[in-house]
């Protein structure tokens, strides 16, 4: 196990803020999952399972967390194939863009609507991520997790998946997702090809994919109404503050210009779920996650 002491939190998230944990423990092969349970007791502070950090707000100052990072399992790699269908197991610290990568270079049509979404595969499983009507819960077939130092596969009907949400019944939310077997359907390269192209610049055109940020900061309430038109009914598109600012170009991004802190993201946050409570009566909740939780 690899341990990296006081990492900052502002380089390893993509709103590139927050401050430092007490450390960072990157777990390189399965024995660490023997030795992490003693090494976290030793260090104190509340574990936190990170992937790629492009959904995370980390606050400022000293933190009382431990990064945990499962790194050691490796794939993408096809397992098996029935028929049209083909199962890919994949380790969670990979990035989903070198799944995809794979995913179009072998024929294997699903996860075309995920492309563009800079997280690892642990961490789009964890949020259920999605986009252009595909969940990543659709596909996977089953996972595997450690949790109270035992090594688990849960099948998909054993887990529960919502809106960017994943929890496994009967298990405490601080279980590590270590690879996920994902099971995909043979389809023609240029197909899946022209899909990914399409959208990747169909999300290019309408979100500030490039800039500092956390993707979308709030839930959207509902299907018809996305919490970016709330926002920007609101006045909050294009509002700057404390070098943080709602996107001009897509109101739910809210963006660190460069100088940003996480106190003055929270503000904004605090501020704009107050306004559109006040004008629409709808309760927004953060997308991102707050680390540590506020109370
Ligand atoms: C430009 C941009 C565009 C985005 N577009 C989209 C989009 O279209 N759709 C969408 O859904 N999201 C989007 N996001 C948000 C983000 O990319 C996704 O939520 C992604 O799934 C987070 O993955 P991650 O590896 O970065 O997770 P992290 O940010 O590192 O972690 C997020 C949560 O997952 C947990 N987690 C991570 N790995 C594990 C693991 N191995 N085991 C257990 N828990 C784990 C963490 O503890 C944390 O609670 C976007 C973000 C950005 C910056």
Redesign the pocket.
Known sequence: MREIPEPALSERT?LRLGGCAIAELILETPHDLDILPERLRCLGGSP?????????LAQDGQLPLVLVR?RYTQGPEMTAEKNDKVFVRVG?GTPLARLLRFCLKNGFSGLEGLV?????V???I??N???YGTETATYIHHIQIISDNHIKTVSVADARFGY?SFSIPGEKNN???LEATFVLTKSERNVIGKRMFHNFFE?KSK?P?SAW????IFKNPDPQTPAGRLLEEAGFKGRSRGGMSFSPVHANFLINEGSGSASAALDMIDEARTAVLRRFGIELTPEV?IVPCRS
Request: proline fraction near 5%.
């Open positions: 993509t936190l399972i990170m992937g790629a950090g492009s959904n995370i499962p969670a563009g979404i800079p997280g690892s642990g961490g789009c964890a949020m991520a999605g986009s960017r279980f590590i997702i999300k979100q994919l940020s956390a993707g979308c996650r």
